[in-house]
C-alpha cells in the first residue's frame, strides 16, 4: 500500500487548512457558545449559509462523495478524502460548512447508487447542493437495534400509497429546521426470510403523520442544530415511487450505506484525537505544579508518547481500509472496516481522556473542545453498530478464514 497523497489531494488539504484557518478558527468561539446555548436549540447560527457559500467558492464542496459515483464526484478517492475528513473532525460542528456531514453524505450515498432519477432530482440535487438537510430513521426505542432484522415499523401497500406506522428515535439530524427529507426504513414483508423483510422509503419531514416527540440530548448535549429525535410515524402515506430500489431491499441498502459512513466517522475520530494531542502537548509547558512543568514529568510524557504511537497506528489502519475499499469495493472491505469501527472510538476516547487530566479542571469545561469530543467519542462505541457486534461479525470471519 502507497500512503503517498496525490497531488491533487496535497492540493486540497492545504486548502481546506487554509480555509479553517482563516475563516473557522476565528469565530470558533462563538459558534460553540450559540449552539450551546438553550435559547438557540434548533436555530442554525446565523453566519452558515456565508461560510457554505464561501466553501463553495473555494471548491470545498461534497469532497467525500467518491469516485465511482462519476459526475457527481469531485474525483477523490476514499484515501484521499481521508486526511480532509480528519481536518474537519478538529471542529465537531464544521463538516456541514462543506457538505460533508453525518448523517447527509450516508445519505446522499444512498440517492446517488439506489436512487431513481426523480428521486435524485427531488431529494439529492438540493442535498448536493445543500438547500436542504436529511435524517435516516432506522433505530427503534421498542427493539434492539444493533439487530437491524428486529425493526418493528411497518411499511403496508395500499393502493398507489405505502402507509407506515411505526416510532423512531437517534434520528440524527431531524431536529435541524432544514431537515426535510427521511430515509425510513421498516419491514414490508414480516413472513420473509429475515433478511429481505425490509424495505426503504423516502418520506418528507412534512408528511402528515410524521411527529417529533423530542430532542434526545447525548451526555446533556443537544447537538443543535442537527439534534436527535424521536419520531412517531403514525399512518405517515407516501406515494409508491418514494421506495428506495425495491421492496425488501432495506437490509442491503442499509449494509452498502454504513461502510463509507463508518469510515468518515473514523476519519474526523483521528481529528479530534489529534486535536487533542496537541491540546495537551501545549499544555504541558503551560503549567507548573509542584515546581516544574508538566512536560518535565516522566508519566505526563508516556501519556503524550502513548497517544502519538496510538493515533499513528489508527490512521494508518483507517488508511488501510479506505485504499481496500477503493481498489476493491466496500464489501471487500468489510474486515477492515469492522477493525477500525472498533479500534477507533476507543482510541480516541483514551487521548481525549489523557488530555482531561493533563488539562485538569480545564478539561472539562467547555473552554476546550474535549468534553464535546468525549460525549461524541463514545456514542461512536454504540452508533453505527456497536462494539460488540463488529467483533462479533469480525471474530467469525477471521475464523473462518484460518479454518479453510
Ligand atoms: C448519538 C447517536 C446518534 C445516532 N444516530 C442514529 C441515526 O441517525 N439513525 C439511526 O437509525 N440510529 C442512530 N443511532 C442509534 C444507534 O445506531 C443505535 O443506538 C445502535 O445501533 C444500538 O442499538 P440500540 O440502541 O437499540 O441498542 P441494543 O440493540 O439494545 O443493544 C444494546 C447493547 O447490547 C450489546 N450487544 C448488542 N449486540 C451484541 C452482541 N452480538 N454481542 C454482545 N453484545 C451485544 C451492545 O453492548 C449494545 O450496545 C444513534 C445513536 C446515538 C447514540
Redesign the pocket.
Known sequence: MNFEYSKKSKELQDKLNHFVAEHLVPIEKEVEAFHHDPANAWTKWPGLEGLKQKAKDAGLWNLFLPKTYGELSPGLTNMEYAPLAEIMGRMLWSSEVFNCSA?DTGNMEVLSKYGTPEQQEKWLKPLLNGDIRS??????PE?????ATNIETSIVADGDEYVINGR?W????AMDPNCKIAIV?GKTDFEAPRHIQQSMVLVPMNAPGLKVIRPLT?FGYN?SPEG?AEILLDNVRVPKENLLVGEGQGFAIAQGRLGPGRIHHCMRLIGMAQRSLEIMAQRTTQRKPFGRTLDTYSSIRQDIAKSACEIEQTRLLVLSAADKMDKLGNKEAKDLIAMIKIVTPSMTLKVVDRAIQILGGLGVSSDVPLAHYFAAAR?LR????????HM?QLGKNVIKKYIK
Open positions: 448523517p435524517a435516516f430513521l432506522m433505530t427503534e427493539v434492539a437495534s444493533s439487530d423512531k437517534w434520528s440524527s439530524g426504513m447525548v447537538d436527535h456514542t454504540l452508533a453505527d453498530g456497536p462494539d460488540e457486534v462479533s
